[in-house]
């Protein structure tokens, strides 16, 4: 990578150095890690110390990065997902960082003073007043935001001296010729270019903290998982022959890029690098859910909805680079008749990440024109619901098909609880879903639509520690998400107050 040359600049290391690996699956930075194809993690997690994240369940891939610039639980900041029922209707809006409904801890430490320099870190709002650098998505995942910055002027600057990011959604790249090859050129080039920015930003300081993230590791997985896994239903060995594994190469230039990074810290700087999320095979029945709900209730699609579904399955055939570029045609689409159809209905499905099904009650009192009574009546529907839902299999294999289902005013409490689905279908998605079967609804197969992508999320992450009072070499406590903001300000001495996470610094320093 050319972004080595920034070692040889003199740079004042900041005191707290955070790198976030989005979606970078900790069982494959543990496996290449020993086998010496990411040295530089290896050498932290022998250095410094290591250990295992714990994410929200059923919601992890929404909330996950709130959590950690909020240091707040789901059910506090109410995010879980880029759309979201606007409370007090039955409308599906886009939901982005700045309607999370508690602030970034950049504040907290702006007001103590720190000087920050805060990059890509993902789905974080623009924070003008932060005391220092702000630079959103130059080249996240899936980037909610033209790119922007704070000063204003900075995003320009970074433009003419290193270019704009390839594109801003990796299902674009997959429409191209040569799709796999010519993403695993550019998240290459992507990384090394965001190592050069990172390294110009750093020579800027000097800084308290400097917060960057990876989106890269997250674009690959989605699209490269079934060049990976052999065992995927589309693996094409000749492909793989060819091509060799995109995301060993992107692994491998992001653990390249960490050493990079740690080059401009020292001895006195407090290391935390994050793989927030895993991956592997996109397997699940979400898709089929609204159905499942439908047949449950006995009550078939009006004949308009019947006719928006079939106009939204050939909008969903034409390429995402033209349907995303009409985003009013596309919402109106997508969403027109759902606000009229969720009102007439017991429950409805609201749109969530694929690997957990969501389903909102439509409560009276609650939701406009409610049709369930809060309490005993809304208790037993829930109860034959779960149970109808368990009833769910695999129509080839047998198996069946829901893990389980979880309710949000238990997993999640908060002030914000409401803005969550009331209900999580976890899926069981260690095999392929070819559609879903029971007694009470039959057998629905239908071809999925909505997504090009062959990997999808799984919980849990990973996360490494080195710096002053931290052993080398331990294992390191379970972490939660809302448990990095806390740890990053108690690094730099401040506490954050009535926050839900825990600072992880006396925990790890009562392991010497």
């Not at 033209?146 to 600057?157: A, G, N, R, W, Y």
């Amino acid at each position: 990578m050319t972004a080595r040359m920034g070692k040889d600049h003199m740079t004042i290391a900041p005191k707290v150095l955070f790198i976030g690996l989005d979606a970078a699956s900790p069982d494959l930075v543990l496996q290449w890690s020993e086998q010496g194809l990411m040295p530089n993690l290896s050498s932290l997690r022998q250095a410094g110390s290591w250990g295992f994240t714990r994410n929200a369940p059923a919601i992890y891939t929404g909330s996950l990065w709130p959590s950690v610039w909020t240091g707040f639980t789901p059910g506090q900041h109410g995010c879980y997902y880029n759309e979201q029922i606007r409370p007090g209707t039955y409308e599906v809006t886009t939901f982005l960082g700045n309607d999370v409904r508690k602030r970034p801890f950049f504040h907290a430490l702006t007001r103590a003073g720190k000087r920050l320099c805060i990059y890509d870190v993902p789905k974080t709002p623009l924070c003008p007043d932060v005391n220092g650098i702000h630079v959103v998505d130059w080249g996240t995942h899936d980037a909610d935001f033209l790119p922007c910055s704070s000063p204003v002027e900075l995003i320009d600057e970074i433009h003419r001296k290193y270019g704009a990011a390839p594109f801003r959604r990796c299902d674009w790249v997959m429409e191209k010729a040569d799709p796999e090859r010519t993403l695993r050129r550019q998240l290459l080039w992507r990384i090394s270019t965001k190592v050069n920015i990172a390294t110009d930003l750093l020579e800027r300081g000097p800084w308290d903290a400097f917060l960057m993230s990876f989106g890269e590791s997250h674009c690959v997985g989605h699209q490269c998982w079934h060049v990976h896994d052999r065992s995927h239903p589309k693996h094409d060995p000749e492909l793989r022959k060819l091509i060799g594994d995109p995301m060993q190469d992107v692994y491998v230039a992001l653990d390249d890029a960490v050493g990079c990074l740690l080059g401009h810290a020292d001895q006195d700087t407090t290391v935390m690098v994050l793989c927030s999320h895993g991956m592997s095979a996109h397997y699940d029945a979400t898709y089929l859910l609204d159905e499942v709900l439908r047949r449950l209730e006995r009550r078939p699609a009006p004949v308009s909805r019947r006719v928006l579904d079939r106009a939204r399955k050939l909008w969903k055939r034409l390429p995402l680079s033209i349907t995303e570029q009409v985003p009013v045609l596309a919402h109106s689409i997508n969403r027109m008749p759902d606000a009229a159809d969720r009102s007439e209905r017991l429950c409805f499905v609201v749109p969530t990440n694929a690997n957990s099904g969501g389903i909102r009650l439509n409560l009276a009192g609650r939701e406009p024109t409610g049709r369930l009574q809060p309490g005993l009546e809304a208790e037993a529907f829930v109860a034959r619901l779960v149970a109808d839902l368990h009833e769910l299999r695999e129509p080839v294999s047998g198996r069946s098909l829901v893990r389980d289902v979880l309710r949000s005013a238990e997993v999640f409490p908060g002030e914000n609880t409401d803005m969550l689905p009331d209900l999580f279908v976890q899926w069981n998605r260690g095999a392929p879903i070819t559609g879903v079967s029971s007694p009470k609804i039959g057998t629905i197969i239908e071809e999925d639509t909505q997504t090009r992508r062959t990997g999808d999320h799984r919980s849990g992450g990973l996360y490494f520690m080195r710096g002053p009072g931290i052993p080398a070499g331990s294992q390191l406590p379970l972490a939660h998400d809302e448990d990095f903001a806390p740890t990053i300000a108690a690094s730099l001495g401040v506490k954050l107050e009535h926050v839900d996470g825990r600072s992880l610094l006396p925990l790890v320093t009562a392991r010497r």
